[in-house]
Antibody, heavy 119, light 111 residues
Framework: EVQLVESGGGLIQPGGSLRLSCAAS????????MSWVRQAPGKGLEWVSI???????YYTDSVKGRFTISRDNSQNTLNLQMNSLRAEDTAVYYC?????????????WGQGTLVTVSS | QSALTQPRSVSGSPGQSVIISCTGT?????????VSWYQQHPGKAPKLMVY???KRPSGVPDRFSGSKSGNTASLTISGLQAEDEADYYC???????????FGTGTTVTVL
């Protein structure tokens, strides 16, 4: 059974850093396309970053230079290192897996972890 | 890349049909047949309901159907049920560098 379980969220001051992790089971993170999607309180979904199976990485413009996506193949985890955090980064962060077979849908989502950036 | 445009809310009585539109541009919805729809209940993670414009994952009721015309995709919920009350988001592929552009979200209310 496929499962994604995020951890690492919490309250952090502006300018601070936080590292989110996503423990995957039932499939291989290294063989999949994986993304982080976030949702600010009361707002819509926003794609944040992707890591392709070949290791290519891309980010939405607002987090470029501040966030780093990575994966640990030995632990089968997906990570998101978030630096220079801003109030506007406050959101629930979801770890997601792309559908297989060439489709660009997101078939599995974690339960989400809340990041609150506030002084 | 701007968010896709959805109506803020739609409503219908049990048994009726509702249609949610999702308007993008020639760079996303209009160019790729990779539109997906997600259902989100309060406090829960989104759930995939339709992918590749009109395909349904296993387990999703056939009351949910998708279509696309030009730059606009649509999700139709037929035979509306109380448990369909939720937020719905469309999403389109927009290229290698920005694989997912989400819609603004629509709240479906069952009267």
């Amino acid at each position: 059974e496929v499962q994604l379980v995020e951890s690492g969220g919490g309250l952090i001051q502006p300018g601070g850093s936080l590292r989110l992790s996503c423990a995957a089971s039932g499939f291989s993170v290294s063989s999949s396309y994986m993304s982080w999607v976030r949702q600010a309180p009361g707002k819509g979904l926003e794609w944040v970053s992707i890591i392709y199976s070949d290791g290519s990485i891309y980010y939405t413009d607002s987090v470029k230079g501040r966030f780093t996506i990575s994966r640990d193949n030995s632990q089968n985890t997906l990570n998101l290192q978030m630096n220079s955090l801003r109030a506007e980064d406050t959101a629930v962060y979801y770890c997601t897996r792309y559908c297989s077979g060439g489709s660009w849908c997101l078939d599995y989502w974690g339960q989400g972890t809340l990041v609150t950036v506030s002084s | 890349q701007s968010a896709l445009t959805q109506p803020r809310s739609v409503s219908g009585s049990p048994g009726q049909s509702v249609i949610i539109s999702c308007t993008g541009t020639y760079r996303d919805v209009g160019f790729y047949d990779s539109v997906s729809w997600y259902q989100q209940h309060p406090g829960k993670a989104p759930k995939l309901m339709v992918y590749d414009v009109s395909k349904r994952p296993s387990g999703v009721p056939d009351r949910f159907s998708g279509s696309k015309s030009g730059n606009t995709a649509s999700l139709t919920i037929s035979g509306l049920q109380a448990e369909d009350e939720a937020d719905y988001y469309c999403c389109s592929y927009a290229g290698t560098y920005t694989p997912n552009v989400f819609g603004t979200g629509t709240t479906v209310t069952v009267l």
